[in-house]
C-alpha cells in the first residue's frame, strides 16, 4: 500500500507531510525547510525549472528568466490556458503548476524513502467567492494539476478544516473555536468544538489574502511614482488626459506580473513617456516593463506592507533596482487606510460564519490564528471588533494545515482508492 502525501499548496508557501506511527510527519522539502516559497523560475535559455527558495534566489541575484509567483491564484481563471514562453518551450499553467506539484513529490519521495500515488490536498473553502463557476472551475484545474504531476487519485480538505483537526486538541473539551486562516490568497473560517474528537460545525470563506493588501498597498501608493494618476499631453487640443490605470493594476498584481512582460505593454509605456506632462515617472515604467522588474517591484512592497505592520511607522521602500533608484514612502496611517475595507469584509466573514453555525460571537472563546497575514494587526484588530476578549493561539501558523491534512489522511479509506 502506498503512502498518502499531504500537501498544502498555498498561494505564498507550500508544506508536506505524511502520516505514520500515529503522527504527522513534516518533510523537508528544502534544506532545513518545512516549507517552501510557492514560485518557480524558468532559465531564459533552456534548462530545469527551479522552485522555492532557489527560484527567489535566481530572482533576487539577477538571473536572466522568468519568475511566477501566486501560482494559485491563477485557478479557475483564463489565464491558466494563456500560453508563454518559458524555459524555450510555450507552457501554459497547468503545465507550470503541474511541474511545480510534481517537484514537491519528487523531493517527497526522495526525502522519505517512500513513495506517494495519492495526494490529499488543502483547498480554499471558496477558490472565488463571487463566481461559484469560477470556483468548481478551480477545482477541475487543481485535480487536472495532480493528476499531470504523477498521483493516481487527489482527495481534498478544506484548509482551516484541516487546521481545526490539527489544533483543536489542545483546546479545553468543550469549547467552540474559530480557524483565522488569512493567506496569500484566501480567508477562510472554520468553527469547530473541541473534544476527543474535533467537531467540524461550518466553514465559510472569501477571497482576500495577503497578496491582495499587497496589491491596493503598490497600486495607490508605489504606482504613482510610475506614471499613475499622472496627466498626458492630447496632440491638437490644449487640454490633458489621465494614463489608463489598467497597466498599473496588473503590475501590482503578484499572478499578473508576468504577462506585463510583452512588446505590447513595452509601446504603450514609451507612448505614456512620449506623451507625458511629467516623463520621468514612466521612463521608471519603462524600466519596470523593459528589464523585467515588477517582481522585486513586487517583493518590495511585500517589504513594506511587513515594516508598517512591524513598526507601525513611516517606511520607505528602497528601488534600488531602478536606473534611477528611488525611496517610496509609505505611512502606516496610509497602510491602515488602503486595508480598510478588508478590514470590514473580514469582520463580515467571521460574523456569516458564527451565524452559519448558530452561535453568538460571546460563544466563541478561542480564536486559532493560521496563514502568515493572520499576524497583521488590522486583522487582529478586526477579530476583536467582533468577539469578546477571545484567547488567540499563535503557536502554529505555518504548520497547522499541513499536520491536519496529515492526520486527515490516516482516516481515508484506501479500498476506494
Keep these: 500500500m502506498s503512502d498518502w502525501l499531504a500537501i498544502d499548496f498555498g498561494t505564498s508557501n507550500t508544506a508536506a507531510a505524511y502520516f505514520h506511527d500515529g503522527q504527522a510527519h513534516q518533510i523537508q522539502l528544502e534544506a532545513d525547510k518545512e516549507t517552501i516559497p510557492t514560485a518557480v523560475f524558468f532559465p531564459q535559455r533552456s534548462g530545469r525549472m527551479e522552485i522555492g527558495a532557489v ?23 483564463n489565464l491558466m490556458s494563456e500560453q508563454r514562453l518559458l524555459g524555450g518551450r510555450r507552457l501554459d499553467f497547468y503545465d507550470v503548476i503541474s511541474a511545480f506539484l510534481g517537484s514537491v513529490k519528487s523531493r517527497a519521495e526522495a526525502a522519505t524513502g517512500r513513495t506517494f500515488v495519492h495526494a490529499l490536498s488543502g483547498r480554499p473553502v471558496r477558490f472565488h467567492s463571487k463566481h461559484p463557476e469560477r470556483n468548481d472551475q478551480a477545482l477541475a484545474d487543481l485535480t487536472e494539476c495532480y493528476m499531470r504531476a504523477g498521483f493516481k487519485a487527489v482527495n481534498f480538505c478544506p484548509e482551516p478544516e484541516a487546521a481545526a483537526l490539527s489544533l483543536g486538541h489542545r483546546l479545553e473539551n468543550g469549547r467552540y473555536g474559530l480557524v483565522v486562516d488569512i493567506g496569500g490568497g484566501t480567508s477562510d473560517f472554520t468553527v469547530f468544538k473541541a473534544g476527543t474528537e474535533i467537531d467540524i460545525i461550518t466553514s465559510f470563506g472569501v477571497r482576500i489574502g495577503g497578496t491582495d493588501f499587497d496589491r491596493v498597498l503598490s497600486y495607490s501608493q508605489i504606482m504613482p511614482h510610475f506614471g499613475r494618476g499622472q496627466r498626458l499631453t492630447r496632440l491638437m487640443a490644449q487640454d490633458t488626459l489621465i494614463a489608463p490605470n489598467y497597466i498599473f493594476h496588473d503590475l501590482s498584481t503578484w499572478e499578473k506580473i508576468p504577462f506585463v512582460y510583452d512588446p505590447a505593454s513595452l509601446k504603450l509605456a514609451k507612448e505614456l513617456m512620449r506623451d507625458a506632462v511629467e516623463p520621468s515617472k514612466f521612463a521608471r515604467l519603462v524600466d519596470v516593463i523593459e528589464y523585467q522588474y515588477g517582481h522585486e517591484l513586487a517583493f518590495a512592497v511585500e517589504d513594506a506592507k511587513i515594516a508598517c505592520n512591524a513598526e507601525q511607522g513611516p517606511y520607505r521602500a528602497p528601488l534600488n533596482f531602478l536606473s534611477d533608484p528611488i525611496l517610496a514612502r509609505i505611512t502606516y496611517d496610509d497602510f491602515l487606510t488602503e486595508v480598510d475595507g478588508f478590514k470590514q469584509e473580514l469582520q463580515d466573514a467571521m460574523r ?14 478561542d480564536i486559532v490564528l493560521v496563514g502568515g497575514s493572520s499576524l497583521m494587526g488590522f486583522v487582529i484588530d478586526a477579530i476583536n471588533l467582533v468577539f469578546n476578549a477571545p484567547r488567540i493561539h499563535q503557536d502554529a501558523i505555518f504548520t497547522a494545515i499541513v499536520d491536519g491534512l496529515a492526520l486527515r489522511s490516516a482516516r481515508i479509506d484506501h479500498s476506494k482508492n
Design 352 to 365: 456569516i460564519t458564527i451565524d452559519q453555525a448558530g452561535l453568538t460571537p460571546d460563544q466563541v472563546q
Design 55 to 77: 527560484a527567489n534566489a535566481a530572482l533576487i541575484e539577477g538571473d536572466e528568466g522568468r519568475y511566477m509567483r501566486a501560482l494559485k491564484s491563477v485557478l479557475g481563471t
